[in-house]
Each structure stands twice: as C-alpha cells, then as structure tokens.
C-alpha cells in the first residue's frame, strides 16, 4: 500500500492492482477487529472460570458432586446388560457383550422362557467365530453358569457387569480350584530375662524374595542365633508357637519366616493366586503350592524341599449346627527320617491318609 515492494516476497501479492490491494486490506483489517473482540471475550470468561477453578482444586470431587442432580423417581432409564462372558472352565479371554432391553423382548416373569431363549441367541451370535464359539457348535445346546456353578435359567436375575461362563453341552467347569499352598509370615521375637516371645510382623515380600528360596535354613523351633528385639511388643500382635519350624534367611540370621498350610484358589489358565488381595500371609514363591511326593511317603514342598507336611497338634472345629469335629492341624516340618506323622499312603479311591 505504501509502495514498500522490497519488503514484499508473496508473488501474489505483488501481482494485484490497487483495488485488489485495497479490498484486501479491508479484509485483514476486519479480521484484526475480531480476534481482538475474541481476546477480550475469552479474557472476561477466564476471569470467571479462575475462581470456580481454584475452588474445584480446592475441594477436589466433592465440588464436582455438588452440580450432580439425582434423577426424579418416575425418571426412565434405558435398560439394558453388560456382561463379562468366559468361556467354561477358563477366568481369562473376557468378552464383553451388550444386551439391550428391548433384544429380550416381554420383561413379563411369565415369559422368562422366551426372554431367555432370545439372551441364548444374542450371546450365541455375539460370540460367534471366537475362541468360545468355534464354527460348528450348535445353539441349542447353549448353557450359561454364574460364577458359583449355578446355571442361568432367568434372565431378570442377572446384573449389570455380571461375570458369567458359557458352556456348549458340557457340564460346569469351575474356573478357580481349591488348591494346597504354603503362606509365609515374618516373625520377630522380644526377649526380657529368661521369657522370649516369638510373634508375627511385617512381611515385604520384596526384600524377603531377593535372596531366593535356596537360601533358606528349615529349623526346629525358633533359631537361637536370632538377635531379639529389647522394644516392646505392639499392643496386637499374634503370638507364634516357639516350638514351631520356622525358615531361617541364611544371608540375613534376622529374616525368620513362619510356613502355613493354606488353601486358595487357582486358576488353570495361570499360576498366579487369584486371591493376591489377602494383607498377610503373602505367597513368596510360585512353587508354595507345587508338591514332591517321595517314594517313602513323603510330600515335599517344591519352595522348600526341606520341609514337607506332616501331622501337628489335635484341634477341634464347632460346626455352625452346634456339632464339634476334631482333627489334626497340617503343618509344614522340617524332614526326619523314620517320622511317622511325616508319611502319607495313597489309597485307591483317590484321597490321601495320614500313616
């Protein structure tokens, strides 16, 4: 415009006549005034967000639940399923499948054979092609089972995120079994005069993991080359027997582990517990729940193949009915040849005695 054409590099620009020049200086010029009208409009809408901001920062959820209004009673909510569907046997390969409430049809309980007929077929095809429906399974001998082994007849029984297991014709198989494993506890003990009391702390799995399971001493009531604590003893605390085994950390003397016999669920699809949410005791090692069986009757643990399960002391368990069952606990002991309540025979109807 002011005829500066070395500052000028666009061709375009220097190829327009004056009017050109003119029309579009106007349009720059407009558009000038816009952002500047849009600055100051965003200015004034961040000066009143920066409060409700700092007090959202402030109160942090609760600020959020405050502008969150309950429906009214009469409120229509879109009905509908969302289920978490396993194949039989197995608590992996989760596929996610959505039921609308109109698919079902009737929601009256005098059709619920017809509703459920209609969730079989829409499962079926949803699954159609995967891992748990191959080509050539038929629909007609679609089953569904919830998480306790108890098949699916009613479809206004299930509930939203529901875990349920398909099966084609084959009876329930359960997804976790029962399983025989050791849990640990680390103990520490308190000595005052000649009385020494041996009782259940912390226990990090991770520094205890490090050395390794080679590294453990199978001991014969509490090690006597324990340094003991002069502090007092916590207010609760859970007393362990000094008779006991007990595992010895041969690098750290200070490192004493108590071994439990447990049950816990696995699963078949992994070696992982599925119960890893227990605070204590913490299952160390993979191997806590894999056994050796002897030739002389013996069951070794796989983690500590010097200790194996053997017979302890009598106990008696009241049943809820009143009626009281007495036993013997299963322990984990040190080996000692020639140990009766060490030993187990095998019968032929699948169950395991102690000699």
Known sequence: MNEQKEKITEKVILSMTA???????????RLIDELQTAIKSNRGHLSKLGPQLQAEQEQFSSYVYQHIKSLPANTLVPGGLQLKVFENGKNTGEISVGIRKKDLGSDSPIQTDHMMERLLLKIHQRLRGSSINPPGLNFSSVRLFDEDGQEIKNPLSLKNEQKIWVSYGRAYRPPLNLAL???????????????????????????????????????EGFPINFNCTSQQIPDQFEKVDLENHFLQNKVDPNIVLHASVSIGKWSFSGSEASSRSQIAPLILWPAASVWLITKTGMILSRAITQGCLAIGHPIRVKAAEGTSLEGYKLILQKRRSGDESQKWVFGTDGCIYSK
């Not at 009017?19 to 010029?29: A, D, F, L, M, P």
């Not at 009385?195 to 993991?209: C, E, G, R, S």
């Open 181 to 219: 494993g050791l849990t640990f506890d680390r103990v520490s003990a308190f000595a005052r005069g000649d009385i020494m009391v041996a009782y259940k702390t912390f226990l990090d799995p991770n520094a205890v993991l490090l050395p390794g399971c080679g590294n453990w001493e199978v001991c």
């Open 19 to 29: 009017k050109e020049h003119h029309k579009e200086h106007e349009e720059v010029s």
